[in-house]
């Protein structure tokens, strides 16, 4: 009896896969179609812990010729001459958090290791000299022409990417660095790079201006990441168990997974794109989890937000063409690039008439992740909320819409203050951010005949149409949605209507009275 293979979670070698008894999911036949394109220069733009190192690692093995790893996967039937090439294979994760100094060293370093193999010349001083140094004897030494592949080329930036004065100077070094690479093109055979943002090239690449970016081509959507195809053809015994952990069926764990990790699409039209990191996590420990999200925190992204005044609401359902979100980061004018290249919204459709791209929250993992980061904005001590905002849940999943109110309201009331306490967009911002917590379908200011509702709330069983008003009362709150009939809008949705008024107090920072009525 064979073996059940083990998920590669972490695992970014792709002999350790191989060698091992782990499973890999087949891309050899893009990789192919990848390594004999039309370019040569070629770079993937995609988040973190999508499977770019792996992808990078593969091409390794391919180029070096290490046929045996391929045994039954696609490229073994495709390619028929495995010439071995020499690859340098520079991975710059290891250059985080480094100022001008170590940054160099640790280039230097990298550098030595292959020097070690095809030697130095003692008169190239500087790093782009040795590179270049290095590729041409590479070459003259193999008679082969030389494969670079830089994984995560900009991880040296990203903590610098909005500092005027950081920026330019390790961006330089990096320049200078990369420089090499268009006066070696005689002695090239491919160039690959990967990271998680994308810098103009002219500040980067300057002397490179033929580099491909594949990260939107529709060809290779699913180069990085899992499909639902894959998921049914190789995942089968995962998804047993979760459905065996949750005491579901088979396609209803399916869906649990689809809902908090599916949902990405990095070119249109494209496959659904599985978060690789979240689903071999949930495979493996056999529960739904916040995997990705949890890995990473999103410190600097919640910086950003504030520093563009965007507020939770406004995070997804963007409409922007493809120069808005495609962008470089150093010179975004909108948190819209960072929240796209980062993978906390995507692609969710394209409109035919002037390629006017629809960009949301991918899943429930990553919106109620950025949900929970947000808290600490609105209340003081978020980890006692995190207990309310469940028993809250199941408050209204029952129908006690009022239970909850009133949970939410002696909260509010033991709590420090927060600043813009005085006005309604701040509770509304607030109740977005909780009820988004639940789960749930939220969305706020929506369009009616009549005006506008501060929010709509949709449950299983309920939609909840919901009123605010500041020191006023409940009643003005339900007066304003009965004078605009707002209940009306909702007719047709199939699920029972129930108007909510609440009005807080700016003085005492909580709610000061509701009024529930069922249409």
């Known amino acids: 009896m064979e073996q059940e293979r083990l998920y590669p979670i972490g695992i970014q070698t792709f002999s350790k896969i191989r060698e091992g008894n782990y499973l890999y999911v087949d891309k050899t036949e893009l990789i192919y179609r990848l390594a004999h394109g039309a370019s040569n220069y070629v770079f993937l733009s995609r988040p973190r812990r999508f499977g770019k190192s792996l992808l990078t690692s593969t091409l390794r093995s391919y180029f070096e010729g290490r046929k045996e790893l391929f045994e039954g996967l696609a490229m073994e039937r495709l390619e028929k001459e495995w010439t071995r090439h020499p690859v340098l294979h520079f991975d710059m994760s290891t250059a985080k958090h480094m100022d001008r100094e170590r940054l160099l060293s640790e280039l230097e370093r990298k550098l030595s290791g292959y020097e070690e193999i095809y030697g130095r010349d003692e008169n190239a001083v500087y790093t782009n000299q040795r590179l270049e140094g290095l590729i041409k004897r590479a070459y003259e030494q193999t008679g082969q022409k030389v494969v670079v592949l830089v994984d995560e080329y900009d991880a040296p930036l990203l903590d610098v990417v909005h500092e005027e004065r950081d920026l330019p100077v390790l961006r330089n070094v990096m320049r200078n660095f990369y420089s090499p690479l268009k006066a070696c093109d005689p002695y090239l055979r491919f160039v690959f790079l990967t990271g998680i943002t994308k ?296 699920l029972p209507v129930v108007k909510v008024g609440i009005n807080f107090s700016a003085e005492t920072r909580t709610i000061e009275g509701w009024k529930i009525t069922s249409v």
């Not at 980061?373 to 003081?380: D, G």
């Not at 028993?391 to 420090?416: C, F, H, N, V, W």
């Not at 009362?473 to 004078?483: C, F, G, P």
């Open 199 to 494: 810098f103009s090239q002219l500040s980067i690449f300057s002397e490179l201006n033929n580099i491909k970016n594949i990260s939107m081509l529709p060809e290779y959507a699913s180069l990085c990441g899992i499909t639902e195809e894959e998921i049914r053809e190789w995942m089968g015994d995962g998804i047993g168990r979760l459905a065996a952990n949750l005491e579901v069926s088979e396609e209803e764990a399916f869906a649990e997974l689809k809902k908090n990790y599916d949902g990405y699409h990095f070119a249109w039209p494209s496959p659904d794109i599985y978060n690789p990191f979240s689903l071999l996590n949930a495979l493996t420990d056999g529960r739904i989890d916040s995997y990705w999200f949890g890995s990473g925190t999103p410190t600097y992204l919640i910086e950003m937000l504030r520093k563009y005044h965007v507020i939770p609401q406004e995070i997804g359902n963007r409409k922007c063409v493809a120069a808005d979100f495609d962008a470089p980061t150093e010179r975004m004018t909108s948190i819209t690039p960072l929240l796209y290249q980062s993978g906390y919204v995507t692609i969710k459709g394209r409109s035919r008439f002037g390629n006017l791209y629809q960009l949301d929250i991918p899943n429930t993992e990553v919106r109620i992740g950025l949900m929970r980061s947000l808290l600490p904005n609105y209340v003081r001590c978020p980890a006692e909320l995190n207990t309310l905002v469940v028993e809250m849940a199941e408050k209204i999943y029952y129908g006690d819409m009022e239970g909850a109110l009133r949970q939410l309201k002696t909260y509010l009331s033991t709590i420090p203050y927060c600043d813009n306490t005085h006005y309604e967009g701040h509770y509304q911002q607030l109740l977005y951010v909780i009820f988004t917590l639940f789960g749930n379908y939220v969305d706020v200011e929506v369009r009616t005949p009549r005006g506008r509702v501060d929010m709509v709330l949709r449950t299983p069983t309920t939609l909840y149409v919901v009123e605010l008003k500041v020191d006023q009362s409940a009643e003005a709150a339900m007066a304003q949605i009965d004078l605009k009939e707002y209940p009306e809008r909702f007719s047709l949705c199939g």
